[in-house]
């Protein structure tokens, strides 16, 4: 296979035209992809180093130290709190659903230093190991803030403007985000690299890998360049009939379909129009076109295939599904009477 590679790499027709077009198309979409990927990466760059690395130990002086400079309400740490003494505040976020509860979460309250920082939490015993993100108070804590504020004027102007939920799914969201992005990430790369070398050297690429069992793929790659030059290959639409191939470029590879191969041949209407071709091997392919241009391509095609069959039939395509052997040997007998 070396050396068909070599040859197809040298032999800039049809063939490795439309390979140099996938290999292409892969680059850029593939590349989109893994840029995306690293921006994601970038974005949650913070999360995940707390998320491999966290939590952190945490006391007073770094809740005070972190609470000078809370930012806009991003991650300041994934941290774990040691012997905590919460204190009821009398508060519950309570969510529901069709009007019923599922989760009932109470706030605390925790001293830090001569001032009081917020704690989600399911009861006080929590505060023995506190596990939880470190957070910028949103306005939902300020409300519950404000409503203690009015209960105890004693506490106004003592709560941190931090908090600590000690009830979030933290690395429930980081393993979900490995899961989906890690086996994307290693498909993009899989997919960059390989169009990269397909680039250097046509002859890898799936789209004359396929051709080979047709043949030697230089022979092969030789005979559809060379109809594809005699200027007698038809367009509809975007397929191509040649003398003895059916081609249909996609945006990675290319639907090679050697005529000889076809045994039945009928128009499919749904939303929109195909032009089905079952195959001898049992395979069956189905190419979008517009109704007329299926109309006229499977004319001639008829007119060059006389020992295919033609025409959509229901009880076929349920034989096809079942049997397609049947189909083939019904296609034989008609070429043994031709």
Not at 90 to 114: C, H, L, Q, R
Not at 150 to 173: C, H, M, S, W, Y
Not at 178 to 200: D, G, K, N, Q, Y
Not at 254 to 281: G, P, T
């Amino acid at each position: 296979m070396n050396d068909s590679s070599a040859a197809i790499s040298d032999s800039p027709g049809w063939i490795f035209g439309q390979v140099r077009r996938a290999c292409r198309n892969s680059l850029i979409w593939n590349g989109i992809a893994l840029l995306l990927l690293a921006l994601i990466a970038w974005f949650s760059s913070t999360y995940y180093y707390h998320f491999f690395l966290g939590p952190f130990p945490f006391d007073d002086a770094k809740l005070l130290e972190a609470a000078k400079n809370p930012e806009d309400g991003s991650l300041l740490g994934y941290i774990e709190l040691k012997d905590r003494q919460l204190l009821p505040t009398g508060w519950e976020e309570i969510s529901t659903s069709n009007g019923k509860a599922y989760s009932v979460v109470p706030y605390f309250m925790t001293p830090v230093g001569d001032q009081f920082m917020l704690v989600m939490a399911k009861s006080p015993q929590d505060g023995k190991n506190l596990i939880g993100p470190l957070y910028k108070t949103g306005d939902r804590e300020l409300g519950v803030i404000s409503f203690l504020e009015k209960r105890r004027p004693d506490l106004r102007g003592k709560f941190l403007p931090v908090q600590v939920n000690g009830e979030a799914a933290f690395t429930v969201i980081g393993w979900i985000g490995l899961i989906v992005c890690l086996p994307i990430f290693s498909l993009c790369l899989f997919l960059f690299t390989r169009s990269s070398v397909a680039m250097l050297q046509i002859g890898t690429h799936k789209i004359v890998r396929q051709l080979a069992k047709y043949g030697d793929p230089i022979d092969v790659t030789a005979a559809i360049d060379h109809e594809m030059r005699s200027g007698k290959a038809i367009p509809f639409g975007k397929s191509i009939l040649a003398k003895n191939w059916l081609l249909r470029p996609t945006a990675f590879g290319v639907v090679a379909v050697q005529l000889a191969d076809i045994v039945w041949m009928y128009h499919l209407k749904q939303s929109e129009s195909f032009a089905v071709f079952c195959l001898r091997n049992g395979q069956s392919i189905a190419m979008p076109l517009g109704a007329a241009q299926v109309d006229k391509m499977l004319r001639e095609l008829s007119r060059r295939l006389p020992w295919a069959l033609y025409g959509y039939d229901s009880e076929m395509v349920a034989l096809w599904r079942k049997n397609p052997e049947e189909i083939v040997a019904l296609s034989d007998e008609k070429k043994k009477s031709i």
